[in-house]
Antibody
């Protein structure tokens, strides 16, 4: 059974960076895309960007261009998302999600990582 | 592509039929999906490619639509169906609707 296991909650100061990991277990890592989606408290879902390890392709949402880096380590089946220059409105739950090209949808999600930003 | 869901909140009773709408600002040529999210949980894929149920999703959930107008229908609500539902398109850069909250009346 495929699972995505994310790293634990983070507390960060404004202006700092956070790096969240997402390890896939029980399946083939390279055959899929992995996206990062965030959800601010009481709000909806916002796609930040994604990576397709087999193609070496990375895509970012315009809102996060220049501030986010998404990467993957195939040897450990782990995807990463680093967000820099954190602001108070970056406080959110960050999810990784597996994208299946044949479904055009995110079929498996990580449990979410809470990132708090406070001085 | 901007997705607009309606209504924002829908209050119904168990056993009733729920109809949730998702309207796109441009034609969605491929890949319209629906997710269910319960408090404190990650979203769960319900419907992909407009009308196909994901693995393990009960038959009371169905999706339909084309172009710019899409619908998620729950034929007879069960207590566990009360949650927030999001539509999602993958025709170009992924976007989500703002969600419809389905409340118990």
């Amino acid at each position: 059974q495929v699972q995505l296991v994310q790293s634990g909650p983070e507390v960060k100061k404004p202006g700092s960076s956070v790096k969240v990991s997402c390890q896939a277990s029980g399946g083939t890592f390279n055959n899929y895309g992995f996206s990062w989606v965030r959800q601010a408290p009481g709000q909806g879902l916002e796609w930040m960007g994604g990576i397709f390890p087999i193609f070496g392709s990375v895509f970012y949402a315009q809102n996060f261009q220049g501030r986010v880096t998404i990467s993957a380590d195939e040897s450990t089946s782990t995807a990463y998302m680093e967000l820099r220059s954190l602001r108070s409105d970056d406080a959110a739950v960050y999810y990784c999600a597996r994208e299946r090209g044949d479904l055009g949808a995110f079929d498996i999600w990580g449990q979410g990582t809470l990132v708090s930003v406070s001085s | 592509i901007v997705l607009t869901q309606s209504p924002a909140t829908l209050s119904l009773s168990p056993g009733e039929r729920a109809t949730l709408s998702c309207r796109a600002s441009q034609t969605v040529t491929t890949y319209l999906a629906w997710y269910q999210q319960k408090p404190g949980q990650a979203p769960r894929l319900l419907i992909y490619d407009t009308s196909k149920r994901a693995t393990g999703i009960p038959a009371r959930f169905s999706g339909s639509g084309s172009g710019t107008d899409f619908t998620l229908t729950i034929s007879s609500l069960e207590p566990e169906d009360f949650a927030v539902y999001y539509c999602h398109q993958r025709s170009n850069w992924p976007t989500f609707g703002q969600g419809t909250r389905l409340d118990i009346k």
